[in-house]
């Protein structure tokens, strides 16, 4: 038997899923109006699309699964809430910095914090693990598939 805090919680569980339902199809239609593609390299759309559909997907997914669950299969979310604002407060630093540094400076400095802060790595492997993978996202989006990246190189900065 459910009780009322349950089915609370079940009730909120359906409204995170539904969220992050409606955020995926925006960003999905966001980067369809975008341009997916330019000639040879991923446009301005792609990222949003490769995003939105998936998380739309998958929030559809977990919603139509919250009809499924018991008393006993609902998910406690003590502590959980701290969680999410990091994580949003993260995400709106995150926004912010890439329009006053650029993606490359503000990604480097997310993932270097990443690694200290989250994964409690060493300073040293962390700044090592950094450049690794700043490196290859060079690579692969920069030299390889030639997309654009927002810099503050517009205002006079570097990548």
């Known amino acids: 038997m459910m009780t009322e805090t349950d089915k609370k919680r079940l009730f909120g569980e359906k ?46 997914m977990g919603f139509f ?32 910095l890439i329009e006053i540094l650029g993606m490359m400076l503000s990604l480097g400095i997310g993932v270097l914090l990443w690694f200290i802060l989250a994964a409690k790595y060493h300073w040293l492997r962390s700044i090592l693990y950094t450049v690794l993978i700043m490196a290859a996202y060079y690579a692969i989006f920069v030299l390889w598939l030639n997309v654009r990246l927002p810099t503050f190189l517009d205002r006079g900065g570097f990548i």
């Open 65 to 96: 699964k919250t009809f499924k669950l018991d008393a006993k299969q609902i998910p406690s979310h003590q502590g959980e809430t701290k969680k999410m604002f990091i994580i949003l407060g993260s995400c709106v630093a995150f926004y912010t």
């Open 15 to 60: 409204v995170l899923f539904a969220i992050f339902f409606l955020t995926g199809v925006f960003w999905a239609f966001t980067g369809i109006r975008l341009n997916l593609w330019e000639r040879i390299a991923p446009g301005p759309g792609f990222f949003p699309f490769i995003i939105g559909l998936p998380m739309a997907l998958l929030s559809l």
